[in-house]
């Protein structure tokens, strides 16, 4: 099996996951796209969705799936999203798509995450995976000199503006041994509207896509 059928037997797995009759959260990407296609055939079971950005949104509404705001919902049973990368706490880095800031509200608001993943996402320790951090465009400079005050050594992504206007700083170089206190301390520099790990709000439940089929792990 290639990457991408794995991540397409993480995703169809986690149909089950889906409540009957409830409002799904929908995160973003490659692994999410099988998702959101899968749950087309089940879109009569489901009142709709919450989505995460708006490409999935764009995808959903094709699907004839219907789409809810926060404005509308309190909180919803499980919200369905992909990582980039996955410790053994269920920490991990998103936001490759750059959909971090949507994907950590969405979650926010879900009782169980339920993280679609291919084996290659699994790590020991997070930050292989340049690190993504939204920021607000007048403060990119600032933010850059804190992160490399950090250790890391941010850049731009080029040609490349948030759903919420903003940019994205990739951070390399970081190995996150202790992802909680890092999120906090990247949430507190002035001008970083969301970081990319989901750490305080890890997932609950992976589904592990490899050769020897779907593994369905929780978090201990
Ligand atoms: O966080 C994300 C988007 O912002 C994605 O979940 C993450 O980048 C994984 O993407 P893919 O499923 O395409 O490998």
């Known amino acids: 099996m290639n990457q991408d059928e794995l991540k397409k037997a993480a995703a169809l797995a986690a149909l089950k996951e889906v409540e009957d009759g409830s409002i799904v959260g929908v995160g973003t990407g490659s692994t999410v796209n099988h998702f959101i296609d899968g749950l087309a055939g089940m879109r009569d ?45 269920f920490c ?7 959909a971090l800031t949507r994907e950590k509200i969405v979650a926010a608001v879900s009782r169980r995450f339920v993280c679609i993943c291919d084996a290659s996402k699994q790590v020991a320790t997070l930050g292989k995976f340049p690190l993504p951090v939204e920021v607000i465009p007048m403060a990119a400079a600032q933010v850059s000199r804190e992160l490399v005050r950090l ?47 989901f750490a305080r709000r890890g997932a609950d439940v992976l589904l592990l896509a490899s050769a020897g089929g779907v593994e369905r792990q929780l978090r201990d």
């Open 92 to 98: 991990m880095i998103k936001g490759g798509g750059g």
């Open 151 to 197: 250790g890391g050594s941010p850049r731009l992504r080029e040609g490349f503006v948030t759903d919420n206007g903003n940019l994205i700083l990739d951070v390399h170089g970081l190995s996150i041994s202790d992802p909680v206190a890092m999120e906090t301390t990247l949430n507190q520099i002035v001008g970083v509207v969301t970081n990319g790990l």
């Open 45 to 89: 079971r489901i009142r709709g969705a919450i989505s995460s950005s708006e490409a999935s949104s764009k995808r959903l509404a094709a699907h004839g799936i219907k789409l809810f705001s926060l404005d509308e919902i309190e909180e919803i049973p499980v919200y369905i999203d992909g990582a980039d990368e996955i410790d053994g706490h």
